[in-house]
């Protein structure tokens, strides 16, 4: 596609509701990001994926969260027995390689409401 | 770990210059990137410096200063549109890049 794409846009949950956020990256982008930003805060980073090594989960703030990418394309952030905590815009992002010239693209984002 | 330090709230009038700063504490530091962000909007690459010196692009230039662990974001000719965040974010090593906490700039008339 044109850009990355993440679904849903907005998502309302229920406290120890489990949720699926997904990311479809830029074709032909090896790498794929999750950030997570609170409103008017930073940008969180969640766990990163390049190519075919092993993901760099170092982010993730509980083993509640987990993610995975499928085929080198499309990824999903899943966060099992969500608090309300977890509110927050989940963003992914995705570049051509890893880091060398710090261009991310990053998608529109998946705001999570968790009552 | 790494750390970054940026001012939270800058306010300048149209037309007129402002620089955002930012300095760094990392290993294995590779690059200083600008993101700007929209409210409700994604973040949006604005530049990457790898050497030091300054970088243009249009009304915006980046500095870098790998002795000082320290850059900054120039912002020239200050419209109204660029009332948003600008973030600042470091490469280094294979980490995902890390980002600061933001500073919001609010461009009055």
């Known amino acids: 596609g044109a850009g990355v794409s993440q679904s849903p846009s907005n998502k309302v949950t229920e406290k120890g509701k489990d949720v699926e956020l997904r990311c479809d990256p830029i074709s032909g982008h090896t790498a794929l990001y999750w950030y997570r930003q609170s409103l008017g805060q930073g940008l969180e980073f969640l766990i990163y994926?390049?190519?075919?090594?092993?993901?760099?989960k170092s982010g993730l703030p509980s083993d509640r969260f987990s993610a995975e990418r499928t085929g080198g394309s499309v990824s999903t952030l899943t966060i099992q027995r969500t608090q309300q905590e977890d509110s927050a815009v989940y963003l992914c992002?995705?570049?051509?390689?890893?880091?060398?010239?710090?261009?991310?693209?990053f998608g529109e984002g998946s705001r999570l409401t968790v009552l | 770990g790494q750390s970054l330090e940026q001012p939270s709230e800058v306010t300048a009038v149209e037309g007129a210059i402002v620089q955002i700063n930012c300095t760094y504490q990392t290993s294995g530091f590779y690059g200083l990137s600008w993101y700007q962000q929209h409210d409700g909007g994604a973040p949006t690459f604005l530049s990457y410096?790898?050497?030091?010196g300054l970088e243009e692009t249009g009304r915006f230039s980046s500095f870098l200063s790998r002795s000082d662990s320290y850059g900054y974001l120039l912002l020239q000719e200050l419209q109204m549109k660029d009332s948003a965040s600008y973030f600042c974010a470091v490469s280094a090593g294979r980490r995902a890049l890390t980002f600061g906490s933001g500073t919001r700039l609010q461009v009055q008339p």
């Open positions: 410096n790898a050497l030091d």
């Open positions: 992002a995705s570049s051509r390689t890893g880091q060398i010239t710090g261009e991310l693209f």
């Open positions: 994926f390049q190519g075919n090594s092993a993901p760099d």
